[in-house]
């Protein structure tokens, strides 16, 4: 009996993997060696062909208004818009939002603070009722890291949403050859949580069930003998989708079925060190390194 192969690919886009098509398009949050990872994602499933059970894919989907955009935050001291790749954080006075400096020691905030551009939203609303201050001290007791600020990206609809074409143009190959489908998964449409994991937001909505446990993606993994992973960032979206998928695994020893590949998947330039830490965490609770050359070779 053929062993069940599954293999997970997180947020294959062109915006975290194409510099510049050539074509007048450019990633706006490109990770360095993304476009390579993506290659060799698609050698792997050629390579591996009918072996494959099945095959499921993220994507980050966004619009251009959400709590992770710059357009959502001002500085209180001159009312500027907040810089892509600001850190945010509760001050530990507990009063007020400021910017944090990230670390692989850790975060330390500065005095300069930050509320949100349409003023009730701050207090008011979202996926806590608390608004974006309620959210941030949500976030904050999850112990991950603090809010993170991105340029605009993956919105939907627009080139850089879409699967970089290599990848793209394999998937469909795959589907019509062997008679199998793709589990697309969107994720991150909500705008008053972030989305990295493609298991759940980081502070889940009781209101949206897209913003939930997606049990059937951790049936389908937890039920296959072996899973292969792969996708950008390692240092935010493959980290978290796989350290939640473990965390809901109801056996902990599944988690030895997880295999990542590690020449399919990079960090965002800058969190080397949280991807380092996820490798560290993961891989002693039994997740396994190979490379695509190595895996089921």
Request: with cysteine.
């Amino acid at each position: 009996m053929s062993q069940n192969l599954q293999i997970l690919i997180v947020d294959p886009q062109n915006d975290f993997c194409i510099a510049d098509d050539g074509h007048g398009n450019q990633g706006t949050l490109v990770v360095p060696g993304a476009a390579a990872d993506m290659s060799r994602v698609a050698n792997l499933i050629h390579r591996l062909g009918d072996r494959i059970d099945g095959i499921s894919v993220t994507l980050d989907s966004h619009q251009t208004i959400g709590i992770e955009r710059p357009r959502w935050w001002v500085r209180v001291s001159d009312g500027a818009e907040v810089a892509p790749f600001t850190c945010l954080g509760i001050h530990p006075d507990g009063r007020r939002i400021v910017k944090v400096e990230l670390t692989a020691a850790g975060a330390k905030p500065t005095e300069e603070e930050y509320t949100t551009r349409i003023p009730h939203m701050l207090h008011h609303g979202g996926s806590t009722g608390g608004g974006s201050f309620g959210y941030l001290k949500a976030l904050a007791a999850r112990q991950r890291y603090p809010h993170i600020v991105w340029t605009e990206h993956c919105i939907v609809g627009t080139w850089g949403w879409g699967i970089v074409p290599e990848l793209a143009d394999t998937l469909v190959r795959w589907e019509r050859q062997y008679m199998g489908r793709v589990d697309y998964i969107v994720k991150g449409n909500n705008p008053w949580t972030e989305h990295f994991s493609g298991v759940k937001a980081e502070v889940p909505d009781p209101k949206d069930v897209g913003t939930q446990l997606n049990t059937h993606l951790i049936g389908v993994l937890e039920s296959a003998d072996i899973v292969a992973l792969t996708g950008e960032a390692l240092s935010h979206c493959v980290a978290n989708t796989v350290t939640d998928i473990a965390n809901a695994f109801t056996d902990p020893s599944t988690i030895r079925k997880l295999v990542l590949l590690t020449d399919c998947t990079s960090n965002v330039g800058g969190f080397d060190f949280l991807g380092q830490a996820f490798i560290a965490d993961l891989t002693k609770k039994g997740m396994r390194l190979e490379t695509s050359d190595s895996f089921l070779a």
